[in-house]
């Protein structure tokens, strides 16, 4: 089994829906990550949290926000889904540990589509 | 904010050719972290890199970190198929941010 799950892998939907993309961990680390991924753009941070009660806006956090249930749980939702809001998106996750440069573990990502 | 530029964007090489992949950074660096994606699927890490001379190596991939603590590169020897895909460095720009900045990503083609 994967250790960071992002589900669903695919997902079409229609403009002003709301939606949720959730990802677990079984790495047991404390801080998880929301990236999107656009062609020519690379990947973007829309939200990170270095525990349950940490949340901090990314650097492209307009139009979505998170939730972290609980140490291996973090959603990302889009309230009202937009066509720009077509994206790949990944979840990671890294390790306090004792230094600061613990690397990130990505999920394997979920395609939305926004039509 | 920090800018990390990769080169080339792309490239295809012959099966069993070297191959060097640049990520130039526009601040210093306080960790490096190579990745590698397959298309649509996830990010896989490859090495870190730390200390200004640094050099790893898993298999047939090295990578260095320059002296000077702003450049990276990523080689290949003897490249194969399984080697194709899309490369990312990744870098955090010091403090204790975690954030990582990500270049843009080099596309990797071996033809067999």
């Known amino acids: 089994d994967a250790d960071v799950t992002q589900t669903p892998r695919n997902r079409i939907t229609k403009t002003g829906k709301r939606i949720m993309l959730e990802c677990s961990q079984t790495k047991g680390h404390d801080r998880m990550y929301w990236y999107r991924q656009d062609p020519g753009l690379g990947l973007r941070l829309i939200y990170y949290s270095f525990d349950v009660k940490d949340i901090n806006k990314g650097e492209i956090s307009d139009g979505y926000s998170v939730s972290r249930q609980a140490q291996a749980k973090f959603s990302l939702s889009l309230e009202s889904a937009i066509p720009n809001q077509t994206a790949l998106y990944f979840c990671?996750?890294?390790?306090?540990?004792?230094?600061?440069?613990?690397?990130?573990?990505f999920g394997d990502g979920t395609r939305l589509s926004i039509l | 904010s920090q800018e990390l530029e990769q080169s080339p964007q792309s490239l295809i090489v012959q099966e069993g050719k070297n191959l060097t992949i640049n990520c130039t950074s526009s601040?210093?660096?306080?960790?490096l972290y190579w990745y590698k994606q397959k298309y649509g699927e996830g990010l896989i890490f490859l090495m870190m890199l730390q200390k200004g001379g640094e050099e790893k190596s898993h298999e047939k991939i090295t990578a260095k970190l320059d002296e000077k603590k702003q450049q990276s590169s990523l080689h290949i020897t003897a490249s194969q198929p399984s080697h194709a895909g899309i490369y990312l460095c990744g870098a955090r720009s010091g403090g204790s941010n975690y954030k990582l900045t990500f270049g843009k990503g080099t596309l990797l083609t071996v033809n067999p």
């Open positions: 990671a996750t890294s390790d306090s540990g004792f230094t600061s440069n613990q690397p990130q573990h």
């Open positions: 601040k210093t660096l306080y960790g």
